[in-house]
């Protein structure tokens, strides 16, 4: 589980310059029954283009790159910082 997570974490960085150049970020939450949660900041709260970020782009690059992954979901909880 450690190792699969390492490479979640491996993945996202190889990812976040292409999203922190649009304003926004994304961080690494969980990993949960082979689940990947995130959280995005800046930019991307509230950006009309999120789930296609998510679905098109974080998700299909983790899903080619680390084994087992079945879904990338945007985390929920409510301690964002505005």
Known sequence: MEDKIELVKATIEKIRPY???????????RLEDD?????????????????????????AIILDEVPG?????????TDYLF
């Not at 930019?43 to 009309?48: I, R, T």
């Open 19 to 29: 999203i922190q150049r649009d304003g926004g970020d994304v961080t690494f939450e």
């Open 35 to 59: 689940i990947v949660y995130v959280k995005v900041h800046g930019a991307c709260l509230g950006c009309s283009a999120l789930d296609l970020t998510i679905k098109d782009g974080i998700e």
């Open 69 to 77: 992954i079945k879904e990338v979901r945007l985390d929920q909880s």
